[in-house]
């Protein structure tokens, strides 16, 4: 059976950092990538970034280049997601999603094909 | 950049009807790009279709996918009361790497 199990919620006061994880089992590691989504309160999906497991290639969405790592440990098949300077508009539910790659690039047609459950990161004084 | 946008923004249909949902890109795309997602309240989004036609295994056969070029569609046939969710598309593309629509909510009338 594959899953994807995020950590718990976090709450952080701007400025602070949060590192969530996605614990993946039930399929090979290096056959897929993850990507993170997010979602804020009431509003549609927002793609973050996306991590290569197969070689550790990273490729975010701009609006984050400078504030967002993301990690994998490949004898733990988790990855790691981390957002700094955290503002009150990154309150949003983190979601790692995984995608189907051949030795590190998107296989096509492209899916996020099985989901984490979410991790509800909240930002506030 | 390659722009989403799907139509309506939310759809009110009653059980047993059908649901024609748009999705638009900004420019051609392949196929092989486009997938559908359906998420409901409280639960991450699921896999709906990839290449904007193959369906995703579990999904009921009443869902189907289709379109090219600009334009893609996302046909419910018969309504039941568990797919009155929120619909995504999503494109696979260049910079950025993946994209969401803004999302069309299909809700009872």
């Known amino acids: 059976q594959v899953l994807l199990v995020q950590s718990g919620a976090e709450v952080r006061e701007p400025g602070a950092s949060v590192k969530v994880s996605c614990k993946t089992s039930g399929y090979s590691f290096t056959n897929y990538g993850l990507s993170w989504v997010r979602q804020a309160p009431g509003q549609g999906l927002e793609w973050v970034g996306w991590i290569s497991t197969y070689n550790d290639k990273t490729d975010y969405a701009q609006k984050f280049q400078d504030r967002i790592t993301l990690t994998t440990v490949r004898s733990t098949t988790t990855a790691y997601m981390e957002l700094k300077d955290l503002r009150s508009d990154d309150t949003a539910v983190y979601y790692c999603a995984r995608v189907p790659t051949l030795f590190g690039v998107v296989i096509i047609p492209n899916r996020f094909d099985q989901w984490g459950q979410g991790t509800l990161v909240t930002v506030s004084s | 950049e390659i722009v989403l946008t799907q139509s309506p923004g939310t759809l009110s249909l009653s059980p047993g009807e059908r649901a024609t949902l748009s999705c638009r890109a900004s420019q051609s795309v392949s196929i092989s790009d486009v997938a559908w997602y359906q998420q409901k309240p409280g639960q991450a989004p699921r896999l709906l279709f990839y290449?904007?036609?193959s369906r995703a295994t579990g999904i009921p056969d009443r869902f189907s996918g289709s379109g090219s070029g600009t334009d893609f569609t996302l046909t419910i046939s018969r309504l039941e009361p568990e797919d009155f969710a929120v619909y995504y598309c999503q494109l696979y593309g260049d910079s950025p790497l993946f994209t969401f629509g803004p999302g069309t909510k299909v809700d009872i009338k």
């Open positions: 290449g904007a036609s």
